[in-house]
T-cell receptor, first 110, second 117 residues
Framework: DAKTTQPTSMDCAEGRAANLPCNHSTISGNEYVYWYRQIHSQGPQYIIH???NNETNEMASLIITEDRKSSTLILPHATLRDTAVYYCIVRVGQDEKLTFGTGTRLTIIP | EAGVAQSPRYKIIEKRQSVAFWCNPISGHATLYWYQQILGQGPKLLIQFQNNGVVDDSQLPKDRFSAERLKGVDSTLKIQPAKLEDSAVYLC???????????????FGPGTRLTVL
């Protein structure tokens, strides 16, 4: 079973920052937080992952709370191409298995 | 770099028929996965291969589903006989197995959409 809770859907205006929350209150000390997204009719795509420090790459930023019980994925300047389902996943680093929940359907509005 | 290739992209069959899906992973990727994604749900892992050996097939309905990965490269997933509830998108993914890496990113193919009538 997925160990995360995400809102079912969110809207964001184009050009604004999209902030996607994820609750993972039962996360263990050796579990990482991963984010994938799935654009319509495509396979999921890796975005970012982190353990306890905030992370940033060319796609997004990941903010993890100090107690690690929740995190936020930030898309700094959302575009229409960011419309997708976003999945927050927790797993042990060496465990390659991904357990997907139902994710958050993010719609970017022109 | 070419991505994960899957074929066919779409397949429509009647229940009790057989169907097979093909996956060609990214060159050099040791690990290959098959996922089932039912409409409105996230992908669910069916089977994981490490080279040509099975690592995890705990969620594969073995009475009707089978998969193989010959020579540790391409893979096929077969359903025989199909049921209505098998209607879904079947996704193939691959990842490298980099020595010492904490995480090996999974790269997904476009999937095969199966409709069972």
């Amino acid at each position: 079973d997925a160990k995360t809770t995400q809102p079912t859907s969110m809207d964001c205006a184009e050009g604004r920052a999209a902030n996607l929350p994820c609750n993972h209150s039962t996360i263990s000390g050796n579990e990482y937080v991963y984010w994938y997204r799935q654009i319509h009719s495509q396979g999921p795509q890796y975005i970012i992952h982190g353990l306890k420090n905030n992370e940033t790459n060319e796609m997004a930023s990941l903010i993890i709370t100090e107690d690690r019980k929740s995190s936020t994925l930030i898309l700094p300047h959302a575009t229409l191409r960011d419309t997708a389902v976003y999945y927050c996943i927790v797993r042990v680093g060496q465990d390659e298995k991904l357990t997907f929940g139902t994710g958050t359907r993010l719609t970017i509005i022109p | 770099e070419a991505g994960v290739a899957q074929s066919p992209r779409y397949k429509i069959i009647e229940k009790r028929q057989s169907v097979a899906f093909w996956c060609n992973p990214i060159s050099g990727h040791a690990t290959l996965y098959w996922y089932q994604q039912i409409l409105g749900q996230g992908p669910k892992l069916l089977i994981q291969f490490q080279n040509n050996g099975v690592v995890d097939d705990s969620q594969l309905p073995k009475d009707r589903f089978s998969a193989e990965r010959l020579k540790g490269v391409d893979s096929t997933l077969k359903i025989q006989p199909a049921k209505l509830e098998d209607s879904a998108v079947y996704l193939c993914a691959s990842s490298p197995r980099l020595a010492g890496a904490v995480y090996n990113e999974q790269f997904f193919g476009p999937g095969t959409r199966l409709t069972v009538l």
